[in-house]
Each structure stands twice: as structure tokens, then as C-alpha cells.
């Protein structure tokens, strides 16, 4: 799977098994339900920051909607992962946002 997939796939598995609607989400990222649903099909690829309102609203943290194990909760596959392999993905992540802040492009 790509990058872009392994999102789609972890967000629309993530804010399902969180319960939370669509319209849910849109309404906690202050956007629209068509815009969440684009995301979701891959018609649309939303800014890291927007990425960031996402995770916030689904209480996760956003680098979990990457992860390429779309069978597993991100409790799951953080588990499996060490300590400091964890606390290196969350600074290159953070670096990546700042340095980054034009939004996520294909």
C-alpha cells in the first residue's frame, strides 16, 4: 500500500471504530462532511495541519494515521513498536510538520 492509501484506510477504520459520523468529524475539524468524505475515497489530500485536526478530533495521535498495519488499532501497532523507535517516529514527524507547513502534497 501507499502512503495515501494506508491514510485513507486508517482514518475511515480509525473514526469507525471511534463511532464518529462523518458529519461528527467534520463539525469537531470545523469543515464540511463533503470534504471528509473526499478525503476518505482519496479524491481529496488534506494539509498536515488539517491531518493534525483529524488526529485531534479522534484523540490519536497523527502519525498513527499513517501506519501501513490498516488491520490493527493504533493502540496495536504502537505496542509492538520500542520506545525510542516511537519517540524517533513522533520527532521526525514533528520536524516534518514545521519544516513543512505548506500542506501535504501527492
Known amino acids: 500500500m501507499s502512503l495515501e492509501s494506508d491514510f ?3 482514518l475511515r477504520r480509525i473514526r469507525k471504530e471511534k463511532n464518529v459520523s462523518q458529519e461528527k ?8 462532511t463533503s470534504y471528509i468524505g473526499q478525503i476518505e475515497i482519496g479524491r481529496r489530500c488534506p494539509s498536515l495541519k488539517f491531518v493534525e485536526k483529524i488526529a485531534d478530533a ?6 498513527t494515521l499513517f ?3 490498516k488491520d490493527k488499532s ?4 504502537v505496542y509492538h ?12 514527524f ?13
Open 94 to 106: 514533528i520536524a516534518e510538520m514545521k519544516r513543512n507547513s505548506g500542506g501535504y502534497k501527492q
Open 25 to 32: 468529524l467534520a463539525e469537531l475539524c470545523q469543515s464540511d
Open 81 to 92: 513498536i520500542s520506545d525510542e523507535t516511537l519517540k524517533g517516529m513522533k520527532q521526525l
Open 8 to 10: 485513507i484506510a486508517n
Open 74 to 77: 493504533p493502540n496495536e501497532i
Open 67 to 69: 501506519l501501513p498495519e
Open 58 to 63: 479522534l484523540g490519536i495521535e497523527a502519525y
